[in-house]
């Protein structure tokens, strides 16, 4: 078993900035992809950004300049840096995390239980 725990949400002015964390624990043989999503109520949950381990990133378009994900590898965590936030960026952001497990067969995917980003104007 695998667990995520997100730190970092809040409430922030517009133009403001936020910096999400999420370290996994458990038994971990690697992480592959690690990154964050996020939903709005009543609405789908999207890409945000996700980070591969040897650092190769995938953005959402509305993150794209605005957000910057990084990883700790040695302390299985990644990092979710929030700049020129803006109200439609409210949401919960959850931490996914596609996980080796030590003595078992192919990844398994974990999600945090999220963490609320709210943006006022």
């Known amino acids: 078993q695998v667990h995520l725990v997100e730190s970092g949400g809040g409430l922030v002015q517009s133009g403001g900035s936020l910096r999400l964390s999420c370290a996994a624990s458990?038994?971990?043989?690697?992480?592959?992809?690690m990154g964050w999503y996020r939903q709005v109520l009543g609405k789908q949950r999207e890409l945000v950004a996700t980070c591969t381990k040897d650092g190769s990133t995938n953005y959402g378009d509305f993150a794209k300049g605005r957000f910057t994900i990084s990883r700790d590898n040695a302390k299985n965590t990644v990092y979710l840096q929030m700049n020129s936030l803006k109200p439609e960026d409210t949401a919960v952001y959850y931490c996914f995390a596609d996980v080796w497990e030590r003595g078992r067969w192919g990844s398994q995917h974990y999600w945090g239980q999220g963490t609320q980003v709210a943006v006022s104007f």
């Open positions: 458990g038994s971990i043989d690697n992480i592959n992809d």
